[in-house]
């Protein structure tokens, strides 16, 4: 008997309103790897990523995480998300608290830890993200790559089992991007699982082991980073591609 897979998404569907987003999406994630959505905006990326953590209930479907069913009781959706760690276009940091303090907070408020051993964890995890000398930086005296670094270290303080990428980059002038992606791509090498939404089909191409490509709200394909990449795509996946590369 197979492992069930640690991510399963199942004929999910989305509307808002008359607006059907989603559209019988269904793809799984095993542990341990990283999977990169793609496509032309509006295709329904973000809302699916929002989905998986039910900042978004779907409209029907099926989200299973670790073998459980997430969907069914949305009162523990705050219980799901401290397992499940999201970064999102916009840094979202507390303006009022330098790095370490952002970094701190959501240990202290939500898994009990003392105030030194939160400051322990937020100083590990600036080493880990790159930036030890930024520890006691107002966001505002950081660079918007710095800024996107203290919102990883962030998330993997509350040590999720998943990690949500939604645009990590799109909000960073080109010479930053780099520095984020490379943390990223770490931490996938680190065994990670992740889902990412980005357009940067470098790191996809680097990091990811699968990629999804969408349209309109639904999943097109599903191949892995080798295949998708080697051309043994669709020809509406191929056209995505070759304008995104060119």
Known sequence: MTNPAFLEVTGVNKSFGPLQVLKECSFSVNKGETVVLIGPSGSGKSTLLRCINLLEPPSDGSIRFQGKEITEDLRNADKLRAQIGMVFQNFELFQHLNAVENIMLAPMKVLGYSRHDAHDLAVELLKKVHIPDRADHLPDELSGGQQQRVAIARALAMKPKLMLYDEPTSALD?????????????????????????????????????????????????????????????????????????
């Open 174 to 246: 080109p010479e930053m991007i780099r520095e984020v992606l490379d943390v990223m791509t770490e931490l996938s090498a680190d065994g990670m699982t992740s889902v990412c939404v980005t357009h940067e089909m470098g790191f996809a191409r680097r990091a990811a082991d699968r990629i999804i490509f969408m349209e309109q709200g639904s999943i097109i394909e599903n191949a892995s980073s080798d295949v998708f990449f080697g051309g043994e795509v669709s020809p509406r996946a191929q056209q995505f591609l070759n304008q995104i590369l060119h």
